[in-house]
């Protein structure tokens, strides 16, 4: 299938991927006056006394915001917020169907932080939480602290955390096949923008100790130039501070991560990797190196972004049911506690099926996953002490 084509024809006639359908039926006086005034001012009344009842009295409880500033739109980049209206729609369904999540799409026309900070701010009360979508770094790092640091409710940018949460669970799987060990395994990952800093951040709270983030200029080392978030993952890895590119990053190396560009990595690049190498080249639609070519240089488990590929490492695993556990337990935040909960309950999936080199991760249908992150995000929400219910 001509999967653009035939996409760009049904956009045209769905005319739209999410509506608002009403939950109350209003089809007489009686049933108008009790959804609306007079008797509505009653509600109204409550909150005002008590904010908190707001998320009792509306859908609020249940609602959540997909916002964009239209700059780093899946592999488009800038192409405005306007055009990124059909992604965010299509979270929105995502939101939906797989965690049971009322989601709107907000597209901001500002490319400046602190009025794209602002104005999701002052809407923020008439949701339960917020999900940052396709803004570009290092603009995202810094929106989304200011935003977590001004709102009660949690501020979530998908594009790195959603993503690292997955590359988690898939990893800490991967690790297991091939007889690796969290701790001593030897981690590159290619991409040093939104994706690959929090990848990093959330494996070394998994645990990995030897860890090296490469970028177009090479591998990231301390006194080099480059943006704040990125001068911070500096410090935490590569403590030896070697210094070379992406082929010498990888050499010797346990596992390669990819959220950069098409085709960079060769054969060549793999075979210098230690044995039983786990590759995930995730740039999509186009991996950094075809999982063919990656398993006959030696690679003994390969993981894209791709639903035609084994181990497909997709976002919808975990944004879904993290936030559905997040709204459950009425929780301030997601924090890195509720992060982890949520990679290891999607590991605890596929491990309960009996992992190989060709299954690492739970499929996008599976429909134990959405109940299994809402669980052990809620319960991670409750320990932490970010819950209120």
Same mark, same amino acid.
Request: glycine share 8%.
């Given at each position: 299938m001509d999967y653009a084509?035939?996409?760009?024809?049904? *956009?045209?006639?769905?005319?739209?991927?999410?509506?608002?359908? =009403?939950?109350? !039926?209003?089809?007489?006086?009686?049933?108008? =006056?009790?959804?609306?005034?007079?008797?509505?001012?009653? !509600?109204?009344?409550?909150?005002q006394k008590d904010y908190s009842r707001s998320f009792e009295l509306t859908r609020r409880h249940n609602l959540v915001a997909v916002i964009t500033d239209g700059t780093a739109v899946l592999g488009l980049g800038d192409i405005g917020p306007e055009a990124g209206m059909p992604v965010m729609e299509g979270k929105c369904a995502l939101f939906k169907a797989f965690g049971g999540v009322d989601a709107f799409p907000l597209c901001v026309r500002s490319k400046d932080v602190d009025e794209f900070v602002r104005t999701v701010y002052l809407i923020s009360g008439s949701f339960g939480g917020i999900n940052l979508e396709d803004i570009a770094a290092p603009r995202c790092f810094e929106i989304e602290r200011k935003l977590k640091e001004l709102c009660d409710i949690p501020v979530f940018?998908?594009?790195? *955390?959603?993503?690292?949460?997955?590359?988690?669970?898939?990893?800490?799987?991967?690790?297991?096949?091939?007889?690796?060990? %969290?701790?001593?395994?030897?981690v590159v990952i290619n991409g040093a923008g939104s994706a690959g800093i929090a990848i990093?951040?959330?494996? %070394?709270?998994?645990?990995?100790?030897?860890?090296?983030?490469v970028d177009k200029c090479g591998i990231l080392c301390s006194g080099a130039q480059m943006n704040p978030a990125q001068a911070e993952i500096a410090r935490l890895t590569n403590p030896e501070n070697f210094k070379g590119g992406l082929a010498d990053a990888m050499k010797g190396a346990d596992v390669f991560i990819g959220v950069s560009a098409p085709h960079i990595v060769s054969k060549e690049m793999i075979a210098s990797m230690?044995?039983?190498?786990?590759?995930?080249? %995730?740039?999509?639609?186009v991996p950094e190196i075809e999982p063919e070519e990656a398993k006959e240089a030696g690679a003994l488990i390969v993981g894209t972004g791709r639903s035609d590929h084994p181990n497909q490492i997709n976002n919808v695993l975990a944004f879904p049911g993290l936030f559905r556990g997040a709204l459950d337990v009425r929780a301030r935040d997601i924090n890195e506690e509720m992060k982890r909960a949520a990679s290891?309950?999607?590991?605890?999936?596929?491990?309960?099926?009996?992992?190989?080199?060709?299954?690492?991760? !739970?499929?996008?249908?599976?429909?134990?996953?959405? !109940?299994?992150?809402?669980k052990a995000a809620a319960e991670a929400a409750r320990e932490s002490g970010v819950a209120r219910l």
């Open positions: 084509k035939e996409s760009l024809r049904l *956009h045209e006639q769905w005319q739209g991927k999410i509506e608002v359908v =009403s939950r109350v !039926p209003v089809t007489n006086r009686e049933e108008l =006056s009790l959804a609306y005034t007079p008797g509505v001012a009653q !509600p109204c009344l409550e909150i940018h998908d594009d790195q *955390h959603g993503t690292a949460i997955v590359v988690g669970a898939a990893l800490i799987n991967a690790l297991k096949v091939a007889g690796k060990k %969290m701790e001593k395994a030897s990093g951040r959330h494996l %070394m709270g998994l645990g990995i100790r030897h860890l090296k983030m230690a044995k039983g190498a786990i590759v995930f080249p %995730m740039a999509n639609p290891f309950a999607l590991s605890a999936l596929a491990a309960e099926d009996g992992l190989s080199a060709d299954y690492i991760l !739970p499929l996008a249908f599976d429909k134990r996953v959405g !109940p299994a992150v809402a």
